[in-house]
């Protein structure tokens, strides 16, 4: 009789990547819907772009290393990747700057580690960071919410923008779209209180209606919803999700709590930003995360707590994208220290 | 070991300091941020490392082997200090621009690590060699990672030209393509590991190719201390 062999965590499972990366990206839809219905038709193109530079560096890629580029294209991995690249940097990015950090996130990221399956890092969070430390000017320009801009981002007005079209009949798109960037409602608080103001003071301004940010709410809301979807079809395991969101709940409760004028609520930490993105879609990425589940709880914990650190005290707005990375190093590590119970033995090893 | 050409493949390419020892990573990543830095640190560095050579090549007979680290040291933090004073009478601008780095070539590994592993051990003139070609082969990797990072970070080569090599050289300065908005990964030091990352695989590439080409012809293998410490 001949067992089977395999890696923690030891659940097999019948779902093959390309069948677990293509749910990924249906269960985005609500989300992309929310962001594209708050902040505009730019998101729509940055996901034309990204996946188009993605798809064809992972090809182009793929045939430098000599392997099947059918079999590359089809897991799907890249397309995920490339959406949520896409959903993560602002709407009306230039394009250049979505072609740099998609390149990057595949080429640098993933296949000078050796492929799907061997990075360390999460390529699309890397390539945010990039972009991010890059040009910083252009990365905390948001969308203003529809709700406060006089006219929403139209398709035609998107393209124009981010392909920085400059011929006259599209001139009067682009100065329709550059009065209404703003910084977001994270950063907007994150100003506010550096300028002295208290958080309840911050909130008054027109970018929150009263609890969080216009708009982002029900972003995040969606992408929470995607996020359940997807537990529900097994194509995550809660683990991760839930430390994350513990992890922000307790950490931003307790300094609520003790400060609440210099503190954002819990509820401005979790529907700002990317906090559902991240605890859903992005830390759950079953290569850079823990395996085991005890490694998997501490992951997305590590990934909360850094989370509210960085957004309380450090200096950038949304921490997303550094929490990540920093818990990514920490993977392999937690997969050392914390294994699973082999069947037959004792606890510990 | 007075074989020239052997030491000056060696020291260009087989066993160049930036590719293959990876020593003296520190200024290498830190200051190749322009073409112009690049070059005035690696001609610092490729001086102090001829003289150094030369001296401890000297004196190789009289030292104590017990003391013949400090010794080294000494002689090392002399040159480097003089080639500072030079620097900053000379090219104030470069020397401003170079900062700390500038003394910080004392601690260079390619220096010590020469100084150890050859000056101490050959003649006079077979040393002053191997210290200018390990000097050229640095200056090499230097300038070229700082025209990738400066062509990358603001579209330009040879920008403030004129810090190193007098007025007439600001009309060096290259615009390749303008950017409105400077790539600053390239300028900032991830940009810079992310680059030596690339030259050593292009580097490893070109040697598999040489390999593939004649498989026949086995490379005369000289035994010489590798030192593999990172500074």
């Given at each position: 009789m001949a067992f089977k062999i395999a890696s923690s965590p030891h659940v097999s499972t019948s779902l093959q990547t390309n069948k677990v990366m293509q749910r990924v990206a249906l269960c985005l839809i609500p989300g992309i819907l929310a962001q594209v219905y708050f902040f505009g038709m730019g998101t729509l193109v940055q996901i034309l772009i990204a996946v188009i530079t993605c798809l064809s560096a992972e090809a182009a890629i793929m045939k430098l290393r000599n392997k099947s580029i059918k079999n590359a294209l089809s897991d799907n991995s890249a397309l995920v990747t490339a959406v949520l690249i896409a959903v993560a940097i602002?709407?009306?990015?230039p394009w250049w700057m979505t072609v740099i950090g998609c390149f990057f996130a595949i080429v640098i990221v993933k296949h000078l580690y050796g492929g799907l399956g061997n990075n360390i890092f999460n390529p699309a969070m890397a390539a945010y960071v990039l972009l991010l430390v890059s040009f910083p000017l252009q990365m905390t320009n948001w969308v203003a919410p529809s709700e406060l801009a006089a006219n929403q981002v139209s398709i035609t007005a998107a393209f124009a923008h981010i392909f920085e079209l400059s011929t006259a009949g599209l001139d009067h798109f682009r100065i329709a779209v550059d009065g209404h960037t703003m910084a977001t409602p994270l950063d907007t608080f994150k100003t506010d209180l550096s300028m002295g103001m208290t958080s309840s003071e911050s909130l008054?301004?027109?970018?929150?209606?009263?609890?969080?940010g216009v708009g982002w709410f029900w972003v995040n809301l969606a992408y929470l919803a995607g996020g359940l979807i997807m537990l529900k079809l097994k194509v995550i395991r809660w683990h991760i999700s839930v430390g994350i969101l513990m992890a922000i709940f307790v950490c931003s409760g307790i300094g609520f709590l003790l400060n609440p004028d210099t503190h954002a609520s819990p509820m401005l930490h979790l529907f700002s930003g990317g906090t559902m993105l991240c605890a859903f879609f992005?830390?759950?990425?079953?290569?850079t995360a823990a395996t085991s589940t005890r490694g998997r709880l501490l992951f997305g914990a590590i990934i909360g707590v850094l989370i509210f650190v960085i957004r309380t005290?450090?200096?950038?707005?949304?921490?997303v994208a550094f929490a990540v990375l920093l818990a990514n190093m920490c993977a392999p590590f937690i997969d050392y220290y914390i294994r699973p119970r082999s069947y037959g033995h004792r606890a510990g090893n | 070991m007075t074989n020239y050409r052997e030491i000056a493949w060696q020291g260009l390419?087989?066993?160049?300091?930036?590719?293959?020892?990876?020593?003296?990573?520190c200024p290498l990543l830190a200051v190749t941020a322009t073409v112009t830095n690049a070059l005035g640190l690696g001609l610092a560095t490729l001086i102090v490392l001829v003289g150094s050579n030369i001296l401890v090549s000297l004196v190789r007979e009289y030292v104590p082997k017990e003391i013949r680290i400090p010794v080294f040291v000494m002689i090392i933090a002399a040159l480097v200090t003089c080639v500072q004073l030079l620097i900053n009478a000379y090219a104030y601008g470069l020397y401003l621009s170079l900062g700390i780095f500038l003394p910080l070539i004392v601690t260079n590994c390619v220096i010590i690590g020469r100084a150890e592993a050859f000056a101490s051990r050959n003649n006079v003139t077979s040393a002053a060699f191997d210290g200018l070609m390990m000097g050229v082969g640095f200056t090499a990797i230097l300038v070229v990672l700082g025209g990738m990072r400066e062509l990358l970070g603001?579209?330009?080569?040879?920008?403030?030209?004129e810090l190193l090599?007098?007025?007439?050289?600001?009309?060096?300065?290259?615009?390749?393509f303008n950017v409105?908005?400077?790539?600053l990964l390239a300028m900032l030091p991830p940009g810079a590991f992310i680059a030596m990352g690339l030259l050593i695989a292009l580097k490893n590439v070109i040697d598999d190719k040489i390999e593939q080409r004649k498989p026949q012809q086995e490379a005369e293998i000289i035994a010489r201390a590798r030192i593999t410490k990172v500074g």
């Open positions: 602002p709407p009306l990015t008054q301004r027109n970018v929150f209606d009263g609890m969080t992005i830390a759950t990425d079953p290569v005290y450090g200096g950038y707005p949304d921490a | 390419w087989k066993n160049n300091p930036g590719l293959v020892q990876l020593l003296g990573l603001q579209g330009t080569l040879f920008d403030g030209a090599l007098g007025d007439w050289a600001s009309s060096l300065t290259i615009q390749v409105d908005t400077p790539f």
